[in-house]
């Protein structure tokens, strides 16, 4: 079903407008377009993204801008955060289910928040990957299908 991104997105500041406003953090976009796909998979997958960004989160409150370029038959999503960032010998294992960097005590969560993430992905005919440095913030890409109205 074709989605517009940009109330997927409303969806998601409302439900995570407590963590939003306790943390002064921003969420930037403009512009989204409309993909075809499942409206709750992409609410999650924002929201995990969203989520994720604001936990690991720096001194300053969160900011985070997400953007989107039309390559050839698909969307490119940028989600970029300013916050702790990640060691890149990890990019690869954030993805895999219960794999974590922290200790609870850091950091609660679960570790399926990106797994879940990918999956949705790929059932969109996407992948997902990540950069990051340490210290300065990450950003998530992904790509979804595009489809011509
Ligand atoms: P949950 O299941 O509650 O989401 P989680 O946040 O620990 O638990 P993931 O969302 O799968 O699990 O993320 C896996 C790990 O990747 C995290 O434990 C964290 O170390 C790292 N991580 C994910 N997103 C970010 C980010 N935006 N900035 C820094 N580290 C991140
Ligand atoms: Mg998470």
Same mark, same amino acid.
């Given at each position: 079903?074709?989605? /517009?991104?940009?109330?997927? $997105?409303?969806? %998601?500041?409302?439900? $995570?407008? +407590? ?12 512009? #989204?377009? =409309?993909?075809?796909? /499942?409206? +709750?998979?992409? %609410?999650? #997958?924002?929201?995990?993204? @969203? ?7 720096? !001194?300053?409150?969160?900011? @985070?801008? @997400? +953007?989107?370029?039309?390559? !050839? ?7 970029? /955060? ?14 895999? @289910?219960?794999?974590?960097? *922290? =200790?609870?005590? !850091? ?15 790929? $059932? *969109? ?5 990540? !950069?990051? *440095? $340490?210290?300065?913030? =990450? =950003? ?10």
């Amino acid at each position: 079903y074709p989605v /517009d991104l940009n109330s997927i $997105l409303g969806i %998601v500041c409302s439900n $995570l407008e +407590s963590t939003i406003r306790q943390n002064q953090a921003t969420i930037i976009y403009h512009n #989204l377009p =409309t993909v075809i796909g /499942d409206s +709750s998979q992409l %609410v999650q #997958l924002f929201q995990n993204l @969203i989520d994720n960004a604001i936990k690991y989160r720096r !001194e300053e409150p969160p900011k @985070i801008q @997400i +953007s989107v370029e039309l390559r !050839e038959n698909e969307y490119l999503f940028a989600v970029k /955060d300013n916050g702790i960032g990640i060691d890149p010998k990890c990019f690869e294992r954030i993805f895999q @289910i219960f794999q974590r960097l *922290h =200790t609870p005590e !850091e950091y609660s969560g679960t570790g399926i928040g990106l797994a879940i993430c990918q999956k949705i992905v790929e $059932l *969109h005919g996407g992948r997902i990957w990540v !950069e990051s *440095h $340490l210290g300065e913030g =990450t =950003t998530f890409y992904f790509t979804i299908s595009s489809y011509s109205y």
